[in-house]
């Protein structure tokens, strides 16, 4: 027989189910769960990222609102990859800085190389 922290008398049985060893479950919260949170965050990132490096050559006037929402939602839900979350930040601001200066040059909301 063994004691608990509770003070209770246990056998030599287990009381956990087997479902607390493959989840991983700790608090009342499955690790899968967490995991897979952190994942969409880290997503989230690289989208982000992505989508304001894009928008800096195409349709920046809808990609950078994008790539800063997606940078802010990755950070406030704990990334892993913070620095490719804050760059994602920095080109939607830079495609939205890039837009307004396009504006004022030419009055146009699109530009082209040639």
Do not use: K, Q, Y
Not at 23 to 30: D, L, M, S, W
Not at 79 to 104: K, M, S, Y
């Amino acid at each position: 027989m063994e004691l608990t922290a509770h003070g209770s008398r246990t056998t030599g049985t287990s009381r956990t189910t087997g479902a607390e060893h493959t989840t991983g479950a700790t608090r009342g919260r499955p690790r899968g769960r967490i995991r897979d949170r952190i994942r969409d965050a880290d997503g989230m990132a690289v989208a982000a990222f992505v989508l304001g490096l894009v928008g800096l050559l195409v349709m920046n006037i809808l990609l950078g609102p994008i790539a800063i929402g997606l940078a802010v939602l990755a950070l406030r839900r704990g990334t892993t990859r913070r620095g490719r979350a804050l760059l994602g930040l920095g080109l939607g601001v830079a495609d939205l800085a890039v837009l307004a200066a396009l504006v004022t040059a030419d009055g146009t909301v699109s530009w082209s190389i040639a």
